[in-house]
């Protein structure tokens, strides 16, 4: 039998190649039935419908609402679409590093470049405004159409225009392969806790992480918190790599099941343990999904791991890609998978899903109990529930808008153009002087704000209006809506440590990119907190995974 790889879609998705498996049909006459029907409809639509449509595109739209009928996992991939599917499977491409988005004025702007790519060895900076490509104008493109044009083979070059405060400033670049780092941060928080940040489960995943911790044990790093929120997830062979990297050789850490035999697959740890012993934290929230819960959900159930957050996507699904004709592709859900207590997490049901319907969550009475290792209580169909739950901090409407209108990017753009350094990411603080001078910025901003206080008392007068209970109480409403209605202002003022959290780590990031954001962003960490405290309280850490604490 030819070697496969497996793969838990991610979010984005990810995806390998992999060979077709097929369960055996039940009634291949009802298959070959639907065959023809589909057909002979497919070429009277397309010969006879009073308008034209295009072949392929009435093919995959066909195809797409087959699909859309399962999960929302199982796709059709174009052959438009393989570069950029495998870009999600590698993390490569070929280009110059950045990440742009198109802005109110129609011009894409360079939001923020990747340290030491070609775009930011050559000067440009997070701010510029893109004018040309290549003597091409840009202005009212796309992000997609600019980004394709900023890509390309690694050794090719491309003359990029930008203005920089009105200045104009044109460079030829040299496109070379970027890697978007699976790994994109790690460091000591202290003198012996160390802090691993994974981002995705591409195929460098396992490899980054085992490097990174080789490191940070050579720094003196005797117990770990390791990052995965906001990770969608990836490549199942590379969740079981990283969970063998703490557990001893011969664990189980997660079994597969599906309709076909072939897809029934037991993982167990082939390795030596990298460290079996160290104390060891995992962060998780609601973004950490599918081979993020692999990694959790084994750790937890093998007693291996704390985990703190907030409970976990809830996707227990495995996905293998399958190639079809004219270098087209499915992604196919061929089974779920199965912690080592033996529960699956999966959170939403699709058996009972129709087209066009949202999956409801699996019910409440058909929730199963299962035990850790240890003999701890943990529950199937919702996710990774953390044994330390951390209260999620809820961002105001107002500083939402800061980011969404760039008046925090506008702002550190200014901010590093006035100052030529910074210290370090952790130590920097955006005094009061410098708040005003945001504020002043942003006072004759046009942007649409408003508190969900005074959105849901529009909707109460809007309701009295209709139902006639508005007559004759007209003043009494405008004297309400005076109250609630939003002071841009004040509210500044009032949300003003959350808006400072978020210039700061938006005006680091000019001088120290990625690896500053992630440093800054400790300051303000409860996640962190809590996995400090629990990591420095032996006795407690302990407790939690022998079941005698409760948290």
Same mark, same amino acid.
């Given at each position: 039998m030819k070697k496969y790889i497996l793969y838990l879609l991610a979010i984005p998705t990810i995806a390998v190649t992999a060979i077709a498996l097929r369960a055996p049909s039940t009634n291949e006459f009802e298959v070959t039935k639907n065959f023809e029907i589909f057909r002979e409809i497919y *070429?009277?639509? +397309?010969? $006879?419908?009073?308008?034209?449509?295009?072949?392929? %595109?009435?093919?995959?739209?066909? @195809?797409?609402?087959?699909?859309?009928?399962?999960?929302?996992?199982?796709?059709?991939?174009?052959?438009?679409?393989?570069?950029?599917?495998?870009?999600?499977? *590698?993390?490569? +491409?070929? $280009?110059?590093?950045?990440?742009?988005?198109?802005? %109110?004025?129609?011009?894409?702007? @360079?939001?923020?470049?990747?340290?030491?790519?070609?775009?930011?060895?050559?000067?440009?900076?997070?701010?510029?405004?893109?004018?040309?490509?290549?003597?091409?104008?840009?202005?009212?493109?796309?992000?997609?159409?600019?980004?394709?044009?900023?890509?390309?083979?690694?050794?090719?070059?491309?003359?990029?225009?930008?203005?920089r405060a009105g200045q104009t400033i044109e460079k030829t670049i040299s496109r070379e392969e970027i890697k978007i780092p699976d790994v994109p941060y790690s460091g000591m928080i202290d003198n012996e806790i160390g802090y691993i940040k994974l981002n995705s489960f591409t195929q460098s995943a396992s490899s980054e992480v085992k490097e990174a911790f080789t490191k940070l044990k050579g720094k003196g790093m005797k117990k770990l918190i390791f990052d995965l929120r906001g990770n969608g997830g990836g490549l199942l062979n590379e969740a079981v790599r990283i969970v063998n990297m703490f557990v001893p050789q011969g664990t189980m850490?997660?079994?597969?099941?599906?309709?076909?035999?072939?897809?029934?697959?037991?993982?167990?740890?082939?390795?030596?343990?990298?460290?079996?012993?160290?104390?060891?934290?995992?962060?998780?929230?609601?973004?950490?999904?599918?081979?993020?819960?692999?990694?959790?959900?084994?750790?937890?159930?093998?007693?291996?791991?704390?985990?703190?957050?907030?409970?976990?996507?809830?996707?227990?699904?495995?996905?293998?890609?399958?190639?079809?004709?004219?270098?087209?592709?499915?992604?196919?859900?061929?089974?779920?998978?199965?912690?080592?207590?033996?529960r699956c997490i999966q959170k939403l049901d699709y058996t009972t899903k129709r087209a066009g319907d949202r999956a409801s969550a699996i019910a409440d009475s058909a929730i199963h109990k299962y035990k850790t290792k240890n003999g701890r209580e943990v529950i199937d169909a919702r996710g990774i529930d953390p044994e330390i739950l951390v209260e999620e901090k809820e961002f105001s409407k107002l500083a939402a808008i800061v980011v969404a209108e760039d008046l925090a990017f506008n702002y550190a753009t200014a901010y590093e153009r006035k100052h030529p350094s910074l210290p370090g990411a952790r130590e920097f603080k955006l005094t009061d002087a410098e708040y005003g001078e945001f504020l002043a910025m942003v006072k004759d901003k046009d942007f649409k704000y408003k508190t969900t206080t005074e959105a849901r008392f529009e909707e109460f007068k809007k309701s009295a209006q209709k139902e006639n209970y508005y007559a004759g109480a007209e003043g009494e409403f405008d004297k309400v809506y005076a109250k609630i209605k939003a002071d841009k202002m004040a509210d500044f003022e009032r949300f003003k440590p959350e808006i400072k959290e978020i210039i700061e780590n938006e005006i680091v990031s000019r001088y120290y990119y990625q690896n500053g954001r992630t440093e800054n962003s400790f300051n303000y960490d409860e996640y962190l907190v809590e996995a400090i405290k629990v990591l420095k309280d032996e006795a407690r850490y302990k407790g939690i995974l022998d079941g005698t604490v409760k948290k």
């Open positions: *070429t009277e639509i +397309y010969s $006879g419908y009073v308008d034209e449509h295009a072949p392929g %595109d009435l093919m995959k739209r066909s @195809i797409d609402g087959m699909l859309e009928s399962l999960d929302p996992y199982t796709n059709y991939i174009p052959e438009s679409d393989i570069e950029d599917y495998r870009i999600m499977t *590698t993390g490569q +491409y070929g $280009g110059v590093g950045a990440l742009i988005r198109k802005m %109110d004025d129609d011009f894409n702007y @360079i939001m923020e470049p990747y340290e030491n790519s070609p775009i930011q060895k050559a000067g440009f900076k997070a701010g510029d405004k893109i004018l040309e490509i290549d003597g091409n104008a840009l202005k009212n493109k796309s992000t997609d159409e600019v980004s394709t044009m900023l890509k390309g083979a690694a050794g090719t070059s491309l003359k990029l225009k930008v203005d850490i997660v079994k597969q099941k599906g309709r076909v035999p072939e897809m029934n697959i037991n993982y167990q740890a082939r390795e030596e343990a990298t460290d079996a012993n160290i104390p060891l934290v995992v962060l998780v929230d609601d973004g950490s999904a599918s081979a993020s819960e692999i990694v959790s959900g084994s750790l937890q159930d093998l007693d291996r791991a704390v985990i703190v957050g907030i409970r976990s996507y809830g996707k227990g699904l495995v996905q293998q890609t399958r190639k079809m004709p004219y270098n087209t592709m499915v992604k196919l859900t061929v089974a779920k998978y199965y912690t080592p207590s033996g």
